[in-house]
């Protein structure tokens, strides 16, 4: 997202094309917290199912599903307090602080997108359907590239937003697949039943899901 973002964004000015590398690490935070968690989420939910432990399985998927939604609010919270001052320590230009603070802010707070959409990728890669996987995060870089001129230059009539249209773009991508995700896995993925009922916090379902996944970290 932030390589496509870049590629548009170069053509605003150098100074946003800065901001949007200087962004890069924190996105990158993101992904790698949020792909770790995903590999422990897979290597649960895969163990339950070759034990054919149909509990073991709704209880991992939905544990996971909270692990991730508690990342987003982590890093929605630290999106509407850090961001400025993380660009402050990069950097004295102030075009750059603002541009860069309000791409990473819209990224940030909006991050559960990220994390749900990577949560329910897992869940389908851990059950053997990777095609769907495959849709769902297509859908969601498609989304990114036909909205980043559009929003960045106001195109079609929409307003021209710049940076934060980009910044906007990548989350509407992110926040489409992880709703088009999570209903493929309720509509298609029998393996799994996310379901009101079995959403239940486990403790040490958790703790393993971690266990595996702080290497990949």
């Known amino acids: 997202y932030n390589v496509v973002d870049s590629m548009f964004v170069a ?5 946003a ?10 996105q990158n935070l993101m992904i790698a917290v949020s792909v770790g968690l995903g590999v422990g989420l897979n290597a649960v939910v895969s163990r339950a199912l070759g034990a054919k432990d149909t509990k073991g399985v709704n209880r991992a998927a939905t544990n996971g599903i909270m692990l991730m939604f508690i990342c987003g609010l982590i890093f929605m919270l630290g999106g509407a307090t850090l961001v400025r001052p993380y660009f402050e320590m990069q950097t004295d230009i102030e075009e ?41 995060q297509g859908l969601g870089a498609i989304i990114n590239i036909v909205m980043d001129p559009i929003l960045i230059f106001g195109l079609c009539g929409a307003p021209r937003m710049g940076v934060a249209g980009a910044a906007v773009a990548t989350v509407v991508g992110q926040i489409a697949a992880a709703i088009v995700g999570l209903i493929v896995n309720i509509k298609c993925n029998h393996d799994i039943h996310i379901r009101r009922e079995n959403i239940r916090w486990d403790p040490i379902v958790a703790k393993e899901i971690y266990r595996v996944g702080i290497p990949s970290i």
């Open 11 to 15: 053509r605003v000015g150098e100074n």
């Open 17 to 26: 094309l800065t901001a949007l590398s200087i962004a890069f690490p924190i």
């Open 96 to 136: 750059i602080v603002d541009l860069g603070t309000t791409y990473l802010r819209v990224c940030t707070i909006a991050s559960f997108g990220l994390f749900m959409e990577i949560a329910c990728e897992r869940l389908l890669q851990s059950t053997g359907k990777t095609i769907y996987s495959m849709d769902t």
